[in-house]
């Protein structure tokens, strides 16, 4: 049976891959920056040496038919905690050489990030290039990627969702502060168009059945900021209305990375497949309903002993 390695899954992207796809298709999943994590039925290693020759030893011997790489680029821009590293670039371009040199089609998580207003919605022609360093890292990222093999399918995404094993991430503390009455800090400035990560499996199958390479834009069908995601996240959980802490005026807005206006135009892909993508209501309504039904904990209660060290 043909396996699709994912590299990552100590990411919400690459976790809610790991959780979903197993259904479909072979998965191992790969942990490349945070706690072991162990799902049931799913292969799951940890890889401390990312060199590229080790990278490559790694492929070998599990000899995949496509690899998944959620790196730095897979992460919310909105969780200002996690941002690309010059150390994770590194790592993710190893992955990226490594697939080249195993001819192994590749598809790379990327992020809208890349992007700041004035303009919204960009295309994925857009040049509203967001000038922080971090993005300037993802840039490059895309374009190694491209450059290396012409098979690559590169998938901007923003995506938010449930955070494996116990350590949470922006979702997790922004549920326990509406829980809790806390307020909250963010902004209505920045603009996205968020995704639920479980949404994409099934769409990344159907994208790998149209056999799809280059850039695509796969994100929510709504632009919303900080302020009204929550909101709705509360009415969907039936929770208090938030209170904010916001110190941004329209004269001193956020201008570094995922400060501005990041959300996407999906029309390419939406053509490519002939559907429409996910409003933010069907998704927020899906992760309470994953809340419920223990789907929540059992991405939550996935740290353990991984089934090999690589």
Request: aromatic fraction near 6%.
């Amino acid at each position: 049976m043909q396996t699709t390695v994912i590299a990552g899954v100590d990411s919400v992207v690459g976790a809610n891959l790991l959780a979903e796809l197993r259904s479909h298709a072979s998965v191992a999943g790969i942990v490349t920056s945070g706690p072991a994590i162990t799902l049931p039925g799913c292969s799951v290693e940890v890889c401390s040496d990312q060199s590229t020759e080790a990278v490559r030893r790694l492929l070998q011997r599990l000899r995949p038919s496509r690899l998944v790489v959620c790196g730095p680029g897979a992460a919310s821009c909105w969780d200002e905690s996690l941002r690309p590293s010059a150390a994770g670039a590194q790592q993710t371009r190893n992955w990226i050489e490594a697939a080249a040199v195993e001819n192994l089609p590749l598809t790379l998580i990327s992020s809208d990030a890349v992007f700041t207003g004035p303009w919204m919605f960009h295309p994925e022609t857009s040049q509203s290039w967001c000038p922080s360093p971090e993005a300037v890292v993802l840039r490059q990222l895309e374009d190694y990627a491209l450059e290396q093999s012409p098979q690559t399918l590169i998938l901007r995404t923003h995506a938010f969702g449930w955070t494996p094993g116990d350590r949470g991430g922006w979702l997790e503390r922004m549920v326990d502060r509406l829980t809790t009455g806390h307020p909250l800090p963010v902004d209505c400035f920045r603009h996205a168009s968020p995704i639920l990560a479980s949404d994409i499996p099934e769409l990344l199958i159907r994208i790998w059945a149209e056999g799809l390479a280059g850039v695509y834009h796969l994100a929510g069908a709504e632009r919303i900021n900080p302020v009204t995601f929550l909101r709705k996240l509360a009415v969907q959980f039936g929770l208090p209305q938030p209170q904010f802490v916001t110190t941004e005026s329209p004269a001193s807005r956020v201008q570094g990375f995922g400060g501005g206006e990041t959300s996407l135009q999906t029309r390419k892909l939406r053509r490519e497949l002939g559907a429409g993508l996910p409003l933010l209501t069907e998704g927020l309504r899906r992760l309470y309903q994953q809340q419920e039904s223990g789907y929540r904990a059992l991405l939550q209660n996935a740290a353990g002993r991984p089934s090999r060290v690589a």
